[in-house]
């Protein structure tokens, strides 16, 4: 029965990290993931004035964590069946291994997220400064 488990969980986990990546490798994935920034304020209605702080706790609990876990988790417990450890160790250092996989794929997708840009110009921002133009800017009122 344990092997069972162990071996359903790898296959499951290991089966949605690849298809996960084989989407996003062509474009058709998206980020669907719950993206709260710990250290972020947040603003949940929209106005532009922050209500709160995110939860850390989002990051590590999303589909791409949860799907590592699983596979972590049933590889683990396979390779420590194989091995001849006790039942009681191979749960706890699968659950281990899971858990430690689950942390390591927030930290990573939280990297990743800080790579991004936003690429929106703040007009106030250009207010005062020297620019380059690079396309021809018309006498006032003109049309050519």
């Given at each position: 029965m344990e092997h069972t488990v162990?071996?359903?969980?790898?296959?499951?986990?290991?089966?949605?990290?690849?298809?996960?990546?084989?989407?996003?490798?062509?474009?058709l994935g998206s980020d669907t993931d719950v993206d709260f920034d710990a250290d972020a304020d947040v603003d949940f209605d929209g106005d532009g004035a922050a209500e709160g702080h995110g939860n850390v706790f989002?990051?590590?609990f999303s589909f791409k964590a949860l799907a590592a876990f699983a596979g972590f988790f049933g590889l683990t417990?396979?390779?420590?069946?194989?091995?001849?450890?006790?039942?009681?160790?191979?749960?706890?250092?699968?659950?281990?291994?899971?858990?430690?996989?689950?942390?390591?794929?927030?930290?990573?997708?939280?990297?990743?997220?800080?790579?991004?840009?936003s690429g929106t110009l703040n007009l106030n921002n250009a207010v005062g400064k020297t620019g380059t133009v690079y396309l021809r800017v018309p006498a006032s009122n003109s049309l050519n």
């Open positions: 162990y071996l359903y969980c790898a296959w499951i986990g290991c089966t949605l990290i690849v298809v996960q990546i084989g989407l996003q490798l062509f474009g989002f990051g590590i417990g396979l390779a420590l069946m194989d091995g001849g450890h006790a039942p009681g160790m191979r749960i706890a250092m699968a659950a281990g291994a899971g858990f430690a996989s689950m942390v390591v794929v927030a930290w990573l997708m939280r990297g990743l997220a800080k790579l991004g840009q």
